[in-house]
T-cell receptor
Framework: DAGVTQSPTHLIKTRGQQVTLRCSPK?????VSWYQQALGQGPQFIFQ???????QRGNFPDRFSGHQFPNYSSELNVNALLLGDSALYLC??????????????FGSGTQLSVL | RKEVEQDPGPFNVPEGATVAFNCTYS??????FFWYRQDCRKEPKLLMS???SGNEDGRFTAQLNRASQYISLLIRDSKLSDSATYLC????????????FGSGTRLSIRP
């Protein structure tokens, strides 16, 4: 049973470029959320996808966008990269739980460096 | 004021000690609470859910205090392997639903 997988593991880009990160959820999970984690900080919630739609969004600009596919996998796109976008990007999958005990399972992340 | 606040530490305690740390949250509408553990350069991993009635998993005990808006984590008989950063997570399922992590508390257990 594969856990959450993310690709690529590391990425180097220059300012102004665009990047796409990918995530495959844990088997049986239908919800994917994305986080940005700067060094020494906790993960910051970017957005969450369920049923191929963005359901919730954190305080991130429109340069950050995403997509969820019918197989529940997801992409995070960042346009017009800034130096400050350098961070570890984490994907988490979960099973939508109306009982509100939604447990997140994380992938090992993509380390993005913007030069 | 941050929506979720944790003492960053580091907490440096001897093996076998009991250590506790808190996490405060500002949104009284928050509905779900968790503790995650993150090792250096690794992804966060779920440690335990937190309920008002309190819950225990081996050496770990978590508690939620809704009146004072904080959650706590107690680790008894600490092991070297408990050294990590502990992140609290607060989820609000209202219309402005979002998932908020604290910035983490670093724990270092010394022999």
């Amino acid at each position: 049973d594969a856990g959450v997988t993310q690709s690529p593991t590391h990425l180097i880009k220059t300012r102004g470029q665009q990047v796409t990160l990918r995530c495959s959820p844990k088997s049986g999970h239908d919800t994917v959320s994305w986080y940005q984690q700067a060094l020494g900080q906790g993960p910051q919630f970017i957005f969450q996808y369920y049923e191929e739609e963005e359901r919730q969004r954190g305080n991130f600009p429109d340069r950050f966008s995403g997509h969820q596919f019918p197989n529940y996998s997801s992409e995070l796109n960042v346009n017009a990269l800034l130096l400050g976008d350098s961070a570890l990007y984490l994907c988490a999958s979960s099973l939508r739980d109306r009982g509100r005990n939604e447990k997140l399972f994380f992938g090992s992340g993509t380390q993005l460096s913007v030069l | 004021r941050k929506e979720v606040e944790q003492d960053p530490g580091p907490f440096n305690v001897p093996e076998g000690a009991t250590v506790a740390f808190n996490c405060t949250y500002s949104n009284s509408a928050s509905q779900s609470f968790f503790w995650y553990r993150q090792d250096c350069r690794k992804e966060p991993k779920l440690l335990m859910s937190v309920y008002s009635s309190g819950n225990e998993d081996g050496r770990f005990t978590a508690q939620l205090n809704r009146a004072s808006q904080y959650i706590s984590l107690l680790i008894r008989d600490s092991k070297l392997s408990d050294s990590a950063t502990y992140l609290c997570v607060v989820i609000d399922y209202s219309s402005a639903s979002k998932i908020i992590f604290g910035s983490g508390t670093r724990l270092s257990i010394r022999p």
